[in-house]
């Protein structure tokens, strides 16, 4: 792999990108609404959320392909807000490669180049190490129906690459490809991201792709970022119950909160984390891995008393459904360790978990 010595110097690192209260309405429909965002040099920022929640259209302003009503995109300290696309100098990379099928490989990378008019000699030199850095080397003469679904992306990566913007923009680059080809190109993009250094700025609605790829995760919904955050924090600590529910399995648990005690639905204490709000109603919310249920403390005044009603096996961890006396139905996960205990359906048991499991928000 080829280290690339930057023109702009070693220290002064560029292709920071700022979002300033961006908004976009198509007729009465708000697609982005009040989008702040800052992504610093050198840095992997998803826009994660389900679909029409205005991912792409941010995209697409931040590319120069669409306009927004109002706000501001900084490249650095540079305002691109009205420049036309290829005067942004960013890479964009789209969900259905968009390749020129009557042209070969090098010839679809070569192309951005040759609109630059960059000189013959310095296109072979550029085009060669574009197609490298994605492993293509090899195929540069193909023609993109000769090609897997997963070598057309890989081109259009490389033709994204060879005029070595600052910034790669990527919308579901990933999203036509099988399951087993996306986790494989995954893992190229990181290895790409960290050997050519470049700001990324990926649109997915596959939560597991936005936190496993991500230094940080921008969750929009409704055309809003609701938060932004490191994969860790954002599983761990999510800010509202949209993120809860959107990042990962999540149980809900209706509890009053009173005096800096969070009571269950019987009026059962139930460990929670530190919490701001005034004494309300809120919902606890617990990762199923964090739900431990224990058949030695049922009938005690731990945790929520219940019993298992389902058990199912999904090879590396059994899952458990529990319903409380209450009336809830939960979920908890444990990893299958050989020799451990587990409980059965129709078991008696408590529901407990750690304090730092749990986080309390608002309704
Ligand atoms: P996402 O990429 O998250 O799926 P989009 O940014 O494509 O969402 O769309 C956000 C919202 O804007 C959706 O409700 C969509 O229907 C609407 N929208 C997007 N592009 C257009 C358009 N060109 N004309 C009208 N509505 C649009
Ligand atoms: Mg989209």
């Given at each position: 792999?080829?280290?690339?010595?930057?023109?702009?110097?070693?220290?002064?690192?560029t292709?920071?990108?700022?979002?300033?209260n961006?908004?976009?309405?198509?007729?009465?429909?708000?697609?982005?609404?009040?989008?702040?965002?800052?992504?610093?040099?050198?840095?992997?920022?998803?826009?994660?959320?389900?679909?029409?929640?205005?991912?792409?259209t941010?995209?697409?302003?931040?590319?120069?392909?669409?306009?927004?009503?109002?706000?501001?995109?900084?490249?650095?300290?540079?305002?691109?807000?009205?420049?036309?696309?290829?005067?942004r100098?960013?890479?964009?990379?789209?969900?259905?490669?968009?390749?020129?099928?009557?042209?070969?490989?090098?010839?679809?990378v070569?192309?951005?180049?040759?609109?630059?008019r960059?000189?013959?000699?310095e296109?072979?030199?550029?085009v060669?190490?574009?197609?490298?850095?994605?492993?293509?080397?090899t195929?540069?003469?193909r023609?993109?129906?000769q090609?897997?679904?997963?070598?057309?992306?890989?081109?259009?990566?490389?033709?994204?690459?060879?005029?070595?913007?600052p910034?790669?923009l990527?919308?579901?680059?990933?999203?036509?490809l099988d399951?087993?080809?996306?986790?494989?190109?995954r893992?190229?993009i990181?290895?790409l991201r960290?050997?050519?250094?470049k700001?990324?700025?990926?649109?997915?609605?596959?939560?597991?792709?936005?936190?496993?790829?991500?230094?940080?995760?921008?969750?929009?919904?409704q055309?809003?970022?609701?938060?932004?955050?490191?994969?860790?924090d954002?599983?761990?600590?999510?800010a509202?119950?949209?993120?809860?529910?959107?990042?990962?399995?999540?149980?809900?648990?209706?509890v009053?909160l009173?005096?800096?005690?969070?009571?269950?639905?019987?009026?059962?204490?139930?460990?929670?984390?530190p919490?701001?709000?005034?004494?309300?109603?809120?919902?606890?919310?617990?990762r199923?891995e964090?739900l431990?249920?224990?058949?030695?403390?049922?009938?005690?005044?731990?945790g929520l008393?219940?019993r298992?009603?389902?058990?199912?096996?999904?090879?590396?961890?059994?899952?458990?459904?529990?319903?409380?006396?209450?009336?809830?139905?939960?979920?908890?996960?444990?990893?299958?360790?050989s020799?451990?205990?587990?409980?059965?359906?129709?078991?008696?048991?408590?529901?407990?978990?750690g304090a730092?499991?749990?986080?309390i928000?608002a309704?």
């Amino acid at each position: 792999m080829l280290m690339k010595a930057t023109a702009r110097g070693p220290e002064v690192k560029t292709g920071g990108i700022t979002l300033h209260n961006l908004q976009k309405r198509y007729g009465s429909a708000v697609a982005v609404d009040e989008v702040s965002l800052s992504v610093s040099p050198g840095e992997f920022v998803s826009l994660l959320g389900p679909s029409g929640s205005g991912k792409t259209t941010t995209l697409m302003m931040i590319a120069g392909f669409e306009m927004p009503d109002s706000g501001k995109v900084l490249l650095d300290d540079l305002d691109i807000t009205r420049l036309p696309p290829h005067r942004r100098e960013l890479g964009v990379i789209f969900q259905n490669y968009a390749l020129f099928p009557h042209m070969t490989v090098a010839e679809n990378v070569a192309y951005p180049l040759q609109m630059r008019r960059v000189a013959k000699a310095e296109v072979e030199a550029r085009v060669s190490r574009a197609l490298d850095q994605v492993d293509l080397g090899t195929l540069a003469s193909r023609r993109p129906h000769q090609m897997s679904g997963g070598q057309q992306q890989r081109v259009a990566i490389a033709r994204a690459l060879v005029f070595d913007p600052p910034v790669l923009l990527l919308d579901e680059p990933l999203g036509a490809l099988d399951k087993k080809l996306r986790e494989h190109l995954r893992n190229e993009i990181k290895t790409l991201r960290k050997t050519v250094g470049k700001t990324m700025i990926y649109v997915t609605h596959d939560q597991d792709e936005a936190l496993a790829m991500s230094d940080r995760v921008a969750v929009m919904h409704q055309g809003r970022i609701r938060q932004v955050s490191a994969p860790r924090d954002l599983y761990r600590r999510p800010a509202d119950l949209f993120v809860a529910g959107f990042v990962g399995e999540v149980n809900l648990i209706p509890v009053k909160l009173k005096s800096g005690i969070a009571y269950g639905p019987a009026g059962e204490r139930l460990a929670a984390g530190p919490w701001t709000e005034a004494d309300t109603d809120a919902t606890l919310c617990v990762r199923p891995e964090h739900l431990h249920l224990d058949r030695g403390a049922a009938g005690s005044s731990a945790g929520l008393q219940g019993r298992i009603t389902g058990m199912t096996f999904v090879g590396d961890a059994t899952i458990f459904e529990f319903r409380s006396e209450s009336g809830l139905q939960l979920t908890s996960k444990v990893l299958n360790v050989s020799g451990q205990a587990m409980p059965d359906v129709g078991d008696l048991c408590a529901g407990s978990w750690g304090a730092n499991d749990a986080t309390i928000l608002a309704k």
